[in-house]
C-alpha cells in the first residue's frame, strides 16, 4: 500500500508557543490530505480536509486560525498549531488519498504535549 | 449525514475463542466501510475494507467483515484470536470522498 510519513512523531512544547507537524505522501501524489485528532482513550475527530493548492475545509468548531493548515504541493500537508495550550495536547493524525483512489493512508500519528 | 456504531468499547475473548466486534453504519449514499486496528501511540492499519463489491470482504491477519445491508451492519470477525491481536479496533464510514467517520472504537482484550 501507499506510504503517508508524519513527522515528528513525538513534540513536546511549552505554552503559547507553536508547533508545526509534517505528512507527507512518499509514493503517489495526495490530491487531498485530512487531519485528525484523536484524545486519549476515544475516537478520531475530524478536523479539517486540505485540497493541494486551495485552502482548508475545518469541521464545525475548529479554530482555523489557531490550527493552520497548509497543503502547497502533491505530496505534503502541514499542520501549523499556533500558541498552543495544554488543551491541546492531543494525538494528531494525518491522511492521503489520490485521485480516483478508493482509501486514505494513514501516517503514524503525532503526540503532541503541551507543557 | 453518515455515523458509525460500535457496540461494546471493550471486548474480551480468550486466545483461539472467536471474535466477533459490532458495527452498524447509517448512510444517505451507498457507504464505503472500513476497519482499521491501531496499536498505543501508533497511526492507523487498514484491516479490511467494503466498496461495493463482494459483500464478504477478508482482511489482513485473518479478519474479515461482512457487508449487511438490510441491518446496516458491518461487524469484523476472526475465527481464532491471537495476543496480538489486542489493540483498539476503529470502524469507519465514508463516501467517496474519503472523507472518514469513525466509530467510538472497540478495545480487544486476549486473555491467555
Known amino acids: 500500500g501507499a506510504v503517508v510519513s508524519q513527522h515528528p512523531s513525538r513534540v513536546i512544547c511549552k505554552s503559547g508557543t507553536s508547533v508545526k507537524i509534517e505528512c507527507r505522501s512518499l509514493d503517489f501524489q495526495a490530491t487531498t490530505m485530512f487531519w485528525y485528532r484523536q484524545f486519549p482513550k476515544q475516537s478520531l475527530m475530524l478536523m479539517a480536509t486540505?485540497?493541494?493548492?486551495?485552502?482548508?475545509?475545518?469541521e464545525q468548531g475548529v479554530e482555523k486560525d489557531k490550527f493552520l493548515i497548509n497543503h502547497a504541493s502533491l505530496t505534503l500537508s502541514t499542520l501549523t498549531v499556533t500558541s498552543a495550550h495544554p488543551e491541546d495536547s492531543s494525538f494528531y493524525i494525518c491522511?492521503?488519498?489520490?485521485?480516483?483512489?478508493?482509501?486514505?493512508?494513514f501516517g503514524q500519528g503525532t503526540r503532541l504535549t503541551v507543557v | 449525514a453518515q455515523s458509525v456504531t460500535q457496540l461494546g468499547s471493550h471486548v474480551s475473548v480468550s486466545e483461539g475463542a472467536l471474535v466477533l466486534l459490532r458495527c452498524n453504519y447509517s448512510?444517505?449514499?451507498?457507504?464505503?466501510l472500513f476497519w482499521y486496528v491501531q496499536y498505543p501511540n501508533q497511526g492507523l492499519q487498514l484491516l479490511l475494507k467494503?466498496?461495493?463489491?463482494?459483500?464478504l470482504v477478508k482482511g489482513i491477519n485473518g479478519f474479515e467483515a461482512e457487508f449487511k445491508k438490510s441491518e446496516t451492519s458491518f461487524h469484523l470477525t476472526k475465527p481464532s484470536a491471537h495476543m496480538s491481536d489486542a489493540a483498539e479496533y476503529f470502524c469507519?464510514?465514508?463516501?467517496?470522498?474519503?472523507?472518514?467517520?469513525f466509530g467510538s472504537g472497540t478495545r480487544l482484550l486476549v486473555r491467555p
Open positions: 469507519a464510514v465514508s463516501d467517496s470522498s474519503y472523507k472518514l467517520i
Open positions: 486540505s485540497n493541494e493548492g486551495s485552502k482548508a475545509t475545518y
Open positions: 467494503y466498496t461495493s463489491a463482494a459483500t
Open positions: 448512510s444517505s449514499v451507498p457507504p464505503y
Open positions: 491522511s492521503a488519498s489520490s485521485q480516483g483512489g478508493t482509501e486514505a493512508f
